[in-house]
């Protein structure tokens, strides 16, 4: 078949490492679709980028066609299939969120552009650089030709690390564990919530409340364990969740490539226009979707009780402000 044209930006980082492996020997596109995998950095890092590329050739992969390494968005950009934006600017120490949001906003403006320019009109976006949300919507808004349904970022990460946590509580696979939803945003204001997730116990599907019978610890620990687990990561390694990180990407592009199985959903960042649990429109918000010929829908008719429209609240107001610090910060540039 015809080979799909691939990107990967932030190449030379840790998470790429991690990625592009996964992708290159076809666990994301599938073990017969060849690919072209454009690796897009920054100038200093061109050297890194070429050991990457060599140690991609000497992995001999069979469906790894070509791997071009670049600096310039116009090669980045051109003719592409999918997008994977992890490059970003990381926090520095003593920066504050809004100085963040400022540095990002500028970068994801300019890749919204080049998306808009050279990449194809199908293209699929997916935003893992943080601060997710907003540096998506950002690319989003700067690609107007691009439908804003083509974009995500990533919670998926977050999603994996819920169903972890409870099926390490419970002692059963992760596997075992199905429909937990990430609400809102990228960061520690994210809700995880699994009033409406399943699990599997000795081949009866219960629950998870029912399942763990500690309410306590569901709307305690267990959330604050979800929403500070990439803090606690930085803290114990050195360095971020870069393995964990790759892992929720390939799942994430998969499940949009290949569709989500029957009766499951996953969370994504999404724009929240049409929503039907009343958050704000013209938000990138991570909602519970369900994905079939490459297009994902809002899952529908989950109730909402106070707990979690308390929570889902809080974090649409940090999205809300993020962007009308980024937006305008764009508008003054």
């Known amino acids: ?26 666990d994301v596109f599938g073990k017969d679709q060849p690919l072209v995998l454009v690796l897009l950095d920054i100038t200093p890092v061109m050297t890194v980028l070429d050991g990457i590329v060599m140690e991609l050739q000497d992995c001999a992969l069979p469906l790894l066609r070509e791997v071009i390494p670049t600096d310039k968005e116009e090669v980045a950009f051109k003719d592409l299939d999918v997008a994977i934006l992890v490059g970003s600017m990381p926090r520095k120490e003593g920066m504050e969120r809004k100085d963040l949001l400022q540095a990002n906003a500028k970068i994801f403006k300019s890749q919204g552009a080049a998306l808009d320019k050279y990449a194809k009109k199908t293209v699929k976006v ?39 946590q409870i099926a390490l509580k419970l002692g059963v696979s992760a596997n075992d564990v199905k429909n937990v939803i990430i609400w809102g ?21 219960v629950g ?85 010929d490459k297009t994902w829908k809002f899952v529908e008719g989950l109730s909402i009780n106070d707990f979690s429209r308390e929570k889902m609240n809080l974090t649409a107001k940090e999205l809300i402000e993020e962007k009308e610090t980024a937006v305008q910060f764009l508008s003054s540039a």
């Open 185 to 205: 945003n990228h960061s520690s204001t994210q809700y995880p919530d699994v009033t409406h997730a399943k699990v599997n116990v000795k081949g009866k599907e």
């Open 208 to 292: 998870v409340y029912e399942a763990i019978k500690d309410d306590s610890w569901l709307k305690g620990d267990f959330i604050l364990t979800v929403q500070q687990r990439g803090a606690a990561v930085i803290k114990a390694r050195k360095l971020s969740s870069a393995m964990s990180a790759a892992k929720a990407i390939c799942d994430h592009v998969r499940d949009i490539w290949f569709g989500t199985p029957a009766g499951e959903f996953v969370s994504m960042g999404v724009i929240s226009d049409g929503n039907s649990y009343g958050v704000p429109e013209d938000l990138l918000y991570s909602f519970p979707v369900v994905i079939k």
């Open 1 to 26: 078949g015809e080979p799909i044209r691939v990107l990967v930006t932030g190449a030379a980082g840790q998470i790429a490492y991690s990625l592009l492996y996964s992708i290159a020997k076809g």
């Open 126 to 164: 997916v935003v893992v650089g943080n601060p997710a949300n907003t540096n998506c919507l950002i690319a989003s808004k700067s690609a107007p030709s691009i439908p804003k349904e083509n974009f995500s970022c990533l919670t998926r990460l977050d999603h994996n690390r819920a169903k972890s």
